[in-house]
């Protein structure tokens, strides 16, 4: 057979599955290096040092070769990486992190902080769980090799990563719901000038209008240029468009490595099943848990609180004998009129998403969400806080998210060197340090921290301690990239 010959022949077979020819003549049957023509003078592949010269149907053969190697390489490739996106998608899965906390919370060795669970199981906070682990590890030499402080750490990453896939579960579902029920498009979305209303009321110190008509105010509460009023429609962009962000800022704080908010998670521990025979640490653990929500629109705080409570219900390795905390949630807003039937639709877009993802299918009541009038600038001793007034005295939770810039220009009281040196806030919120209960826990958080000084001088005058951006980087620890970039954690001791 000729080169011509063979080398036609070779190319009727499939790219990668030809017969080797040999790369100086072109012939199969030998290697290069043995090739009689080459005369044993071959070194290379590509040609001879001495003999006769590399044939074209050699040069032919050897770039073939190189191709079918790089096709192999590729299709290798290809198999490794759809290998590897099955293996993610079949063992990972969405909620891979939240199903492996619940596994090692299960088959958690007890300490002596966390005594072994008796069949009266009690709810635990994973990362109260790893916490104990450390200090137990800390006091004992039988724990503290690598080992253990690899695997330690990757359970404080399961619980991080777990918490998030919760979140993320739920409020994809929650704003698909929202959506859908409010008539908002993403078109909707992309025209919404909200950013630059919200922008302008926090550089004002005065309220953007929620009004979705015009209210009539000629006192000046509201500044001229936030004067364009807003139609319903624009109502409902709102409580889309800005439910994951808003929601998820908070969610994030109640899951702070601080002790602040560890006594807030422990507040959201679920409660007994009233057929399960359990209990927890509470002395009155179907007790709901109080919220007062500060300008909270639609109910974005109601929304991150329940999601939290559900996700340390479904954390525990024996939840179904337990029922997941009941959050009741009271929105105190100045636009209350406007908000009710965002309010409503969110509360029960919340409720449905709950139980068609329940685990275990609890059936509390999520819905528990009331709307009422709010204005921040006047005291509770004004007509209009009756309702925030009482609320305040039984309050467990009081959520301040985006509000307080916005009135600043009406609620803080100048100091020397404004605002580090004695300024202080006036209004609802001076009242609301001075009533809450002993054990009241303040979540605030905004887009600046100018008002923080101000707020802090008025909380250590009525007994409160606080923890914020400030707090962690004088200790040098690092700010959650992910969470709110002002916030502070306040708890009511004395």
């Known amino acids: 057979m000729s080169a011509a010959a063979a080398a036609a022949a070779a190319m009727q077979r499939p790219s990668c599955a030809r017969s080797r020819l040999c790369f100086h003549c072109g012939e199969p049957g030998h290697r290069a290096k043995d090739c009689p023509s080459g005369a044993g003078g071959y070194e290379n592949g590509t040609g001879s040092s001495s003999g006769t010269a590399q044939t074209k149907a050699g040069q032919e053969a050897f770039a073939r070769y190189l191709q079918c190697r790089k096709e192999r390489a590729a299709e290798r490739e290809e198999r490794r990486q759809e290998s590897n996106h099955s293996t993610e998608e079949s063992v990972k899965g969405p909620l891979h992190h939240f199903h492996r906390v619940v596994e090692w919370m299960d088959n958690c060795p007890p300490t002596s902080t966390t005594p072994a669970m008796s069949s009266l199981h009690k709810p635990r906070d994973p990362m109260a769980v790893l916490h104990a682990d450390g200090v137990e590890a800390a006091s004992s030499s039988l724990n503290t090799t690598q080992r253990w402080n690899d695997l330690h750490k990757a359970k404080w990453n399961d619980v991080e990563k777990a918490h998030r896939e919760v979140f993320d579960h739920y409020i994809q579902d929650i704003r698909f719901r929202l959506a859908s029920s409010l008539g908002v498009t993403p078109e909707d979305e992309a025209a919404s000038t909200w950013h630059a209303k919200l922008s302008e009321a926090v550089n004002l110190g005065r309220p953007a209008d929620f009004s979705s008509q015009s209210n009539g105010d000629d006192d000046g509460d509201v500044s001229a240029s936030l004067s364009n009023k807003v139609v319903a429609g624009g109502l409902s962009v709102y409580a889309v468009e800005k439910l994951n962000a808003r929601s998820r800022q908070l969610y994030r704080l109640l899951f702070d490595d601080c002790s602040i908010s560890a006594k807030l998670r422990s507040l959201l521990l679920p409660s007994a099943s009233s057929d399960s025979g359990s209990c927890n640490d509470g002395t009155d653990s179907a007790r709901p848990i109080n ?66 993802g329940d685990r275990d299918g609890d059936s509390s009541d999520y819905n528990d969400i009331s709307m009422h009038h709010c204005d921040i600038r006047k005291g509770l001793q004004d007509g209009v806080h009756s309702d925030l007034a009482t609320a305040v005295e039984t309050v467990d939770i009081i959520c301040v998210q985006f509000v307080l810039h916005e009135n600043s220009s009406f609620i803080l009281n100048e100091g020397k060197g404004y605002p580090e040196e004695g300024a202080t806030l006036s209004g609802a919120m001076q009242d609301i340090f001075d009533r809450s209960p002993l054990g009241c826990i303040m979540i605030v958080c905004d887009s600046s921290n100018a008002l923080f000084p101000a707020m802090k001088n008025t909380a250590k005058r009525y007994g409160w301690k606080y923890w914020g951006d400030d707090e962690q980087r004088g200790e040098g620890q690092k700010i959650g990239n992910l969470g709110p970039k002002s916030f502070v954690l306040l708890e009511k001791v004395a």
């Open 291 to 356: 919220v007062v929500s500060l300008g909270g629109g639609p109910g974005y705080d109601h929304v991150a609180i329940s999601i939290a409570a559900k996700f340390v219900y479904r954390i525990q390795p024996h939840c179904s004998q337990f029922e997941t905390r009941r959050i009741r949630t009271q929105v105190f807003d100045l636009f209350d009129e406007d908000w009710k039937h965002a309010m409503a639709t969110l509360g029960k877009c919340t409720f449905q998403s709950f139980m068609t």
